[in-house]
């Protein structure tokens, strides 16, 4: 395994991990509450590490050069993410066992 596929993997496990702790941690908090805070740390720190180093001819730094193209980078990421995830779709989908 590549070093930026292991940095992926083990980040991914450890989120997840953090996920689960907190709620074993505590049984009455709503992993809605968690997930979501969990999302908002993943996104800071997403952003964070995606701010153009300041060269206006930079390749790199061409898709994500303005918020708006941040934004963008982001939101093409999450898609890709989700439907990649095994809970992508649900057996309790509304539209589930419909053509
Ligand atoms: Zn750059």
């Given at each position: 395994m590549d070093e930026a596929a292991d940095t992926f993997d083990s980040a991914f496990a450890k989120a997840v991990d953090l996920g689960n702790r907190l709620a074993g941690k505590d049984k009455e908090a709503d992993l809605w509450d968690i997930a979501d805070g969990l999302l908002a740390g993943a996104v800071q720190y997403w952003l964070y590490s995606r701010?153009?180093?300041?060269?206006?001819?930079c390749e790199d730094c061409a898709p994500i050069s303005t918020a708006d193209a941040r934004l963008a980078e982001l939101k093409r990421l999450i898609d890709q993410l989700a439907a990649e995830s095994e809970y992508f779709h649900a057996p309790t989908d509304s539209n589930a066992g419909r053509a």
């Open positions: 701010q153009p180093c300041g060269d206006e001819r």
